[in-house]
Structure formats: structure tokens, C-alpha cells
């Protein structure tokens, strides 16, 4: 049963995961197509924005697509482990500790609370991209056997409850051979099934993701700044890897925050360094899914990747040349987790071997303290920084500073770094492959969702054309469906 209860969980990861991936990039497309008629055709004021200051709230309508994949994760993958039940409490909770947790904000600010901008580090940087991965779990395996549990209860009762019956009816007592123990039971399903179970779910899990995770590594980020600050004036080396460390364990998460806090704090004092160090990191964290990708194809080895490991991986890097940093990260939380024991890992090694290279070399980009950003709004990095803007500061290491001493040296260590913890993560995941082989474990997912929505497209035109008696010669439903089944 345990065995049955891993493969099911992974086959719903990679089926929610897939679902996730088309939301982010529907925000992804929806925002270039603006960036586009916006930017580059100069076309202002479109669907009915007649202010400039209404311009960006186009953007942020498809952005948030992206920013609340995490809510769409919780939601879909909770269902597709304890059915209806879990879309509320998943749907709430999700929202909460990605809005309401933190610090809140007004409806217009709340774009700058999720993970590329989190606003005074509230929003969804209080329990991480995976914190949002074991709520749904936990939660939906929750509602889960405690249906279970109810089931068994009801047989269990209504059979105590069959015998009294019984017994009442051998000592003359009129009761209806209909009556049946379970029978009463039932009659508080709608109470037990919808009221209180979910309820209880969604409390033990606000109880666990709150006091297990939240508080915690909160408490844990806000404790690693003072350490990591001496350690930038003894070793910047060191430094440089720890921060990478930080950056590839949880992303957008309170440990990365804290080596981001770090970086702050010296560019206030008139040091980039720490913050091209970050940056750099950062950045790795989108190319080392691709790596893996590509080196598994080579090697044969890690398992097979389906064509939305693909998909997921490559998003993120054509992002980058796009100049949108944030969604050369997004890409890679999903494909992470498909299998975060041996992403994270790997994740984490390259960007401490960035952090290292950066280091070891030197580089410092002069243009967060000198230049205006190029799709800014007159404000400096340095000014930006100062009202916690830190989208802007993602985007900088590719596109910033000087070509031979910054930006040409940045790429190719980004590059090393990716290629680097791509054949760490590629261990990890051949040796995770032997073991679930093994056990019994293993799940070769052959997802595609492009195929996917090109069958449901041909399936509806079929539809469409059956039910008006213009199939055309060579096209016929299948044998098993019907127009009203497809």
C-alpha cells in the first residue's frame, strides 16, 4: 500500500506540475505580448489603460499568472490526490501564506508580495517555493484518510448500532427493515464530509506549514545575515559559495533572502560585489534544470525525461535572452518539484560553484551603483534597492555593466556553474533511479501537455463536426467515446 501511495504521488506531481508549467507560461506570453506592442511598437493605452500610470497594471493581470503558480500547484495537485474535498482548504491556505502571511498590502501592491518582489519579504518568501509542495500534501493525504477513517468508523458503529437493531426487533419492537446503523450514519456525511473534515485538514496543515516552516526558517534566515556579513570580511571565497548554497536551497525562500539582505547592505555601504555574487547565483538556479536535461539525453542516465522535463527546462534560459530573469527561475520551481531530493542538491551545488568562480575572479558590476536601469523609471539600482524593489536586481548580471569585464565573464560562469550542478543533479538523479528501480518505486512519465492540447483541440473539431453530420471522409470518433464523452 505504501509502495502504491509513492508511485500514485509521483504520477500526480508530474501531472500537476504539467498544469502549473502552461499557467506560468500563459503569464509569460501574455506579458511579452505587452512588452512587445508596449516597447518595441510603441503602442500605448491598450485595453482601455487611458493613464500611464494604469500601464503596468496590464502587465501585472498576466503576471500573476506566473507569481501564483504556487496557489495553482496547491490547488490542482491536492486534488488530484483527495478529489473535491481539498480545492477549498488548498485554494485558502495557498493564498494565505502567499498574501496574508506576510505583510499584508493593498489589491494594487499586491504583485510586489510574491517571490521576484517580495515587498518587505512578505508574501510567498515566508515558507518558500516547497513550503507551498508540502501543504498540498500534507493537506490532501490528510482529508484523504481521514475519509478513510470516517468510512471505517461508520462501518464500525453502524454495526453496533445493526445489533441493537436486531435485537429491539426480536423483542417485538417496530423498527423498518430499511433502517440500517450505516444508514443513520450517512445522514451526517454532509456535516462529517464537508464541514468538518476538510476544516480539520486545513487546520492541522495551517498548524504544521505555520510553527514547522514559517516560523522556523524565518527565524533561521534572519539568524544566518550576522554570520554570513563576517564571513564576507574574512573570505569573500568562502562567502561567495555559501551564498550560493543559500540561493539553490530554497530560491525565493527566508535562507536566500538572508544572503540577499547581506548583498543589500553592502551595496547601501558602496560595494557591488556581494550583490553581482547574488545575482550571478541567482541567475544559475534557471540554466541548471536544461543541463540536466541535455546531459540525461546524452548519458542515457537519470531516468527518462518526458517532454515537459524538456519544456520546463528550456523555458527558463530562452527567458533569459528575453532579458526576464524572473521567469528564467520560475521554470526551474516546477521541475524541481518533480523530484526535489535530487534537484535542490544539484541546484545547490551550482550555484555555490558560481558564487565560487565569481569570487575567485573578481567581478563586480559598477553598474548597480552608477547606471539606470534600462527599462527603469528614472530611479537608480541604488534607489530601487531602497524601496525593496528587487525584481531589478535578478535581471542585472546579463545585461549590466561593462561587456569585457562584467557581462562576457558573468555568461561563461553562469554557464560553468549550470553545467557543473546539472551533472550533480544528473548523479543524484541516477542514483535516486537505481533506488526507486529497486523498491519498485519507479515512474517513467511520458507527459506532453503541447500533444495534450492538440488532441483536445482535434477532439472537439470531431465533436464540433459529428454532431452536425459534417464529419469529413478519413475522420470518425473512436470506438469508445462519444460526441458528449469528448
Known amino acids: 500500500?505504501?509502495?502504491?501511495?509513492?508511485?500514485?504521488?509521483?504520477?500526480?506531481?508530474?501531472?500537476?506540475?504539467?498544469?502549473?508549467?502552461?499557467?506560468?507560461?500563459?503569464?509569460?506570453?501574455?506579458?511579452?505580448?505587452?512588452?512587445?506592442?508596449?516597447?518595441?511598437?510603441?503602442?500605448?493605452?491598450?485595453?482601455?489603460?487611458?493613464?500611464?500610470?494604469?500601464?503596468?497594471?496590464?502587465?501585472?493581470?498576466?503576471?500573476?499568472?506566473?507569481?501564483?503558480?504556487?496557489?495553482?500547484?496547491?490547488?490542482?495537485?491536492?486534488?488530484?490526490?483527495?478529489?473535491?474535498?481539498?480545492?477549498?482548504?488548498?485554494?485558502?491556505?495557498?493564498?494565505?501564506?502567499?498574501?496574508?502571511?506576510?505583510?499584508?498590502?493593498?489589491?494594487?501592491?499586491?504583485?510586489?508580495?510574491?517571490?521576484?518582489?517580495?515587498?518587505?519579504?512578505g508574501g510567498g518568501v515566508n515558507i518558500g517555493y516547497m513550503g507551498y509542495f508540502i501543504l498540498a500534501i500534507f493537506l490532501a493525504f490528510c482529508i484523504k484518510y481521514l475519509f478513510i477513517a470516517w468510512n471505517n468508523a461508520k462501518e464500525y458503529l453502524g454495526g453496533k448500532l445493526d445489533k441493537k437493531f436486531a435485537k429491539s426487533r426480536a423483542a417485538g419492537k417496530k423498527i423498518p427493515d430499511t433502517l440500517?446503523?450505516?444508514?443513520?450514519?450517512?445522514?451526517?456525511?454532509?456535516?462529517?464530509?464537508?464541514?468538518?473534515?476538510?476544516?480539520?485538514?486545513?487546520?492541522?496543515?495551517?498548524?504544521?506549514?505555520?510553527?514547522?516552516?514559517?516560523?522556523?526558517?524565518?527565524?533561521?534566515?534572519?539568524?544566518?545575515?550576522?554570520?554570513?556579513?563576517?564571513?564576507?570580511?574574512?573570505?569573500?571565497?568562502?562567502?561567495?559559495?555559501?551564498?550560493?548554497?543559500?540561493?539553490?536551497?530554497?530560491?525565493?525562500?527566508?535562507?536566500?533572502?538572508?544572503?540577499?539582505?547581506?548583498?543589500?547592505?553592502a551595496l547601501a555601504a558602496g560595494n557591488a560585489q556581494l550583490m553581482t555574487i547574488y545575482g550571478a547565483c541567482f541567475v544559475t538556479v534557471g540554466w541548471v534544470p536544461l543541463?540536466?536535461?541535455?546531459?540525461?539525453?546524452?548519458?542515457?542516465?537519470?531516468?527518462?525525461?518526458?517532454?515537459?522535463?524538456?519544456n520546463l527546462a528550456v523555458s527558463g534560459p530562452i527567458n533569459a535572452f528575453f532579458e526576464n530573469i524572473k521567469l528564467t527561475v520560475a521554470f526551474s520551481m516546477p521541475y524541481a518539484y518533480r523530484s526535489p531530493l535530487t534537484v535542490i542538491p544539484g541546484l545547490m551545488v551550482g550555484s555555490a560553484a558560481t558564487g565560487l568562480i565569481t569570487a575567485l575572479c573578481g567581478i563586480v558590476n559598477t553598474a548597480y551603483l552608477t547606471e539606470l536601469p534600462k527599462y527603469g523609471n528614472g530611479e537608480t539600482f541604488t534607489e530601487m534597492f531602497n524601496r525593496n524593489e528587487i525584481y531589478i536586481s535578478f535581471t542585472l548580471p546579463l545585461r549590466s555593466g561593462e561587456w569585457l569585464s562584467c557581462r562576457i565573464p558573468l555568461f561563461f560562469i553562469i554557464l560553468a556553474g549550470a553545467l557543473i550542478g546539472g551533472a550533480a543533479m544528473l548523479v543524484f538523479k541516477e542514483l535516486a533511479c537505481r533506488g526507486q528501480k529497486k523498491r519498485g518505486t519507479y515512474v517513467e512519465s511520458d507527459g506532453d501537455m503541447v500533444i495534450e492540447f492538440r488532441k483536445t483541440a482535434q477532439s472537439l473539431w470531431k465533436t464540433f463536426k459529428a454532431e452536425r453530420g459534417k464529419l469529413p471522409a478519413g475522420y470518425a470518433l473512436e470506438e469508445d467515446e462519444t460526441p458528449d464523452e469528448k
Open 1 to 121: 500500500m505504501f509502495k502504491k501511495e509513492i508511485i500514485g504521488l509521483r504520477k500526480n506531481v508530474n501531472r500537476a506540475t504539467s498544469i502549473m508549467f502552461i499557467v506560468q507560461l500563459f503569464g509569460a506570453l501574455g506579458a511579452g505580448f505587452f512588452f512587445v506592442v508596449q516597447n518595441i511598437l510603441g503602442v500605448q493605452h491598450i485595453l482601455g489603460a487611458t493613464e500611464p500610470q494604469n500601464e503596468n497594471i496590464l502587465w501585472f493581470i498576466l503576471f500573476w499568472a506566473t507569481d501564483f503558480f504556487f496557489v495553482v500547484m496547491a490547488v490542482v495537485l491536492s486534488y488530484l490526490i483527495a478529489g473535491l474535498p481539498a480545492i477549498a482548504p488548498a485554494f485558502a491556505l495557498s493564498i494565505y501564506f502567499a498574501h496574508f502571511s506576510g505583510t499584508p498590502v493593498s489589491g494594487v501592491d499586491m504583485y510586489k508580495t510574491y517571490f521576484a518582489t517580495p515587498l518587505e519579504n
Open 291 to 310: 543541463m540536466t536535461v541535455l546531459l540525461s539525453k546524452i548519458t542515457k542516465k537519470g531516468g527518462k525525461p518526458d517532454t515537459d522535463d524538456f
Open 180 to 265: 440500517t446503523g450505516v444508514g443513520i450514519l450517512e445522514q451526517v456525511d454532509l456535516i462529517v464530509l464537508v464541514l468538518i473534515m476538510p476544516v480539520v485538514s486545513a487546520a492541522l496543515t495551517f498548524l504544521l506549514i505555520k510553527y514547522g516552516i514559517e516560523i522556523p526558517f524565518n527565524a533561521l534566515g534572519e539568524a544566518l545575515i550576522v554570520p554570513l556579513t563576517q564571513l564576507s570580511g574574512t573570505s569573500l571565497v568562502l562567502c561567495g559559495v555559501v551564498m550560493g548554497l543559500f540561493v539553490g536551497f530554497d530560491i525565493i525562500g527566508p535562507i536566500s533572502m538572508a544572503a540577499y539582505g547581506v548583498a543589500v547592505t
